[in-house]
């Protein structure tokens, strides 16, 4: 009687549904329609059986991997959710072909929760939560960079929105062919912590490996996630703590790193940054890591005997890298940037072929990637191992692909300056062009001889060479173009300026006379042409108050040897002149002056009566005097000739 009673109210209900259905607009009919519809597949999303999509699940899989993977089984454990736990039971993933034998991952169960709706409009299927237990996992990465863990993406999303990982019983190997690392170890992760422990060989020395967190479990999305990593070696001991924007989120994070090596190169193998082999190191950083951009907000510590503070910015746009640094040295030992190996290398080199002053330095940028930057550095103090005249050095390094500038340079020598740019262009197929040109000023130039009681002047000098080389020294063996040093308004001793006018009874009276007496220098115009790394002399003039002196012969850079003789004239001849001109031979950093015999390795009691004895037979005409011929009468315009000296810059 109840059901009957009740049964014409809902079919006047139905009734009226009809009626209004009838009488609803097309376009309500529609939303209607859609309404249900979204909800039914809603109903389906939230039950749907799993379990019939592990085929395609397992196929899709081996098809990104590039391996084989199974699945024991797969399903719901809850009727009806949008974010359902599935179960999978026995999974295995095969290595890769070019991995290996065995297999990259063996779990007995993995229990994993995902939201189904953001998937739905793009957002990804990122797991909740993911409990683990009974893992195997072999971590294989070539030399290459070819790894068996990822698939060439970057993998810095890995665990956003992860907020509950349980991880039972699991064992892991990494073998990093481009590290040098070969570890295993365990994952641990509970209600308490995440701890990653391991220990192995770090390229043939014994070495630990632990990374620490707190439990990943009901955090935020973007809750600060601090965490640890420890790595101890006789190769490197390295330090690093910090905080992620939410568990695991690798995006965004700042971290502090602690780290000693005896080389540089093996922190470069851990954080994969392309540096070099060094001194033994000791250095602290703040970083700040965001999207794929990078902010050192600090560096600092000491490589070798040098002491150094410095930040960076490190973006990347489109496929490039953009670098903006800034590097500030207390003191600098360019010795510091080579390794033992390095320095052994060149030890071996410099007892081959002797001594250089040419640095060897590689400018081949080849190997190069898509990089761009510009750095500005400062160096307050240099350390050489022998003496030199630099002491100090700042300047602006730029790198555009495969084209370096070092520009607005500035070095502080022992007495004066020197200014100027190099440049580096590696964009064609051959060797690389080097530009050099540089301006030295505001210098005595007795300092710079070191023999200020024999001469004092102001000078100024330039280099301007361009050739191709792998290094600056094969560069400049094959350089075209000018080198010229300026000099005037000083004083040279007497002796000396007799010497060089080839005058024996001037040298001799000058010898004779005080120590300290002077004459006016007016100006020394050394002017060098180079074509293919061989430096011509074009001009070579000495000009003081009483004498003129002139030059010829080459420089070659490709061995540094000097061949170079000097001739002259006293405005007032003593008649008795010296026969052989002034020879400069050696090397550049090793050069022998000579005067028939006399200031020459083997100078002795005996040169010095053959040079008499020849001055005294040209005295008489029995000798005629050699060298360039020089004629010490009329004016010479040194302003101008120093102009031109020191304004030729490079051939076109």
């Not at 993933?93 to 998937?119: C, E, K, M, Y």
């Not at 001991?237 to 992620?244: E, F, I, P, V």
């Not at 560096?299 to 002491?307: A, D, E, H, P």
């Not at 000798?623 to 360039?628: E, R």
């Amino acid at each position: 009687m109840e059901w009957n009673s009740r049964a014409p109210g809902l079919g006047r209900t139905i009734d009226q549904l009809k009626i209004r259905w009838r009488e609803a607009l097309p376009w309500q009919r529609w939303a209607l329609m859609a309404g249900g519809a979204l909800i039914l597949l809603l109903l389906l999303i939230g039950s749907f059986p799993v379990g019939i999509a592990q085929n395609w699940i397992e196929e899709s899989l081996s098809e990104e991997i590039g391996a084989p993977v199974s699945i024991g089984s797969m399903q719901r454990e809850s009727a009806f959710s949008f974010s359902p736990r599935i179960a999978l039971r026995d999974i295995r993933i095969q290595q890769p072909a070019w991995a290996g034998q065995g297999d990259l991952l063996r779990a007995g169960r993995v229990d994993v929760t995902v939201s189904i709706l953001p998937a739905l409009v793009g957002g990804g299927l990122s797991p909740r939560a993911l409990h683990a237990q009974d893992v195997t996992l072999a971590l294989v990465r070539r030399a290459s960079g070819r790894a068996n863990w990822t698939n060439g993406e970057s993998s810095d999303s890995a665990g956003r929105g992860l907020s509950d990982l349980r991880i039972s019983n699991a064992r892991f190997t990494l073998r990093d062919g481009k590290r040098f690392l070969d570890v295993a170890g365990r994952i641990a992760a509970d209600g308490k912590a995440l701890v990653i422990t391991a220990q192995g060989r770090f390229h043939d020395s014994p070495v630990q490996l632990q990374a620490t967190g707190p439990a990943i479990a009901v955090r935020g999305s973007h809750d600060p996630y601090p965490f640890a990593l420890a790595i101890r070696s006789p190769l490197l001991n390295l330090d690093a703590k910090g905080r992620m924007a939410g568990a695991l989120n690798t995006r965004d994070m700042t971290l502090d790193v602690d780290a000693q090596a005896p080389s540089l190169e093996y922190l470069d193998d851990i954080i994969e940054a392309g540096l070099f082999g060094t001194q033994p190191i000791d250095l602290t950083a703040r970083a700040h890591h965001k999207g794929r951009d990078w902010s050192v907000e600090r560096i600092g510590g000491r490589v070798g005997r040098s002491q150094f503070t410095g930040k960076a910015e490190i973006r990347k746009v489109d496929e490039r890298t953009k670098i903006d640094a800034d590097m500030r040295f207390s003191q600098l030992d360019f010795d510091d940037l080579a390794d033992d190996r390095g320095r052994a290398a060149q030890a071996a080199l410099r007892a081959q072929i002797g001594p250089r002053v040419l640095p060897n330095t590689r400018v081949n940028l080849a190997k190069v990637g898509p990089t761009d930057g510009t750095i500005r550095f400062e160096a307050r103090t240099l350390l050489f191992r022998d003496d030199s005249v630099f002491k100090s050095l700042r300047g602006t390094i730029r790198l555009e692909g495969k084209l370096l500038t070092l520009e607005d340079v500035e070095a502080g020598l022992t007495d004066g300056r020197m200014t100027g740019r190099m440049i580096v262009d590696h964009r064609s197929g051959v060797s690389p062009l080097v530009s050099l040109d540089l301006q030295f000023r505001d210098g005595r130039l007795g300092t710079l001889l070191q023999s200020p009681d024999k001469i004092d002047a102001p000078f100024g000098a330039r280099i301007a060479l361009r050739g191709r080389g792998d290094t600056i020294r094969e560069a400049m063996a094959q350089a075209d173009g000018h080198v010229g040093l300026v000099a005037g308004e000083g004083q040279v001793s007497r002796l000396a300026a007799s010497v060089l006018a080839q005058d024996m009874g001037k040298a001799i009276g000058a010898a004779l006379g005080s120590g300290d007496d002077t004459v006016p220098l007016r100006c020394i115009a050394l002017g060098l042409q180079a074509r293919r790394g061989k430096l011509a002399a074009a001009p070579f003039l000495i000009e003081t108050a009483a004498t003129r002196s002139r030059g010829e012969g080459t420089i070659s850079l490709d061995g540094e040897t000097i061949a170079l003789v000097i001739g002259g004239q006293a405005r007032d001849p003593s008649g008795l002149p010296i026969v052989d001109p002034i020879a400069i031979q050696g090397t550049l950093s090793v050069p022998v002056i000579t005067l028939s015999g006399l200031g020459g390795e083997k100078s002795g009691v005996g040169s010095v009566i053959g040079a008499v004895f020849k001055s005294i037979g040209g005295a008489l005409g029995l000798a005629d005097k050699k060298g360039p011929g020089v004629i010490a009468r009329g004016p010479v315009d040194c302003a101008a000739i120093s102009r031109s000296v020191l304004q030729i810059g490079l051939p076109d």
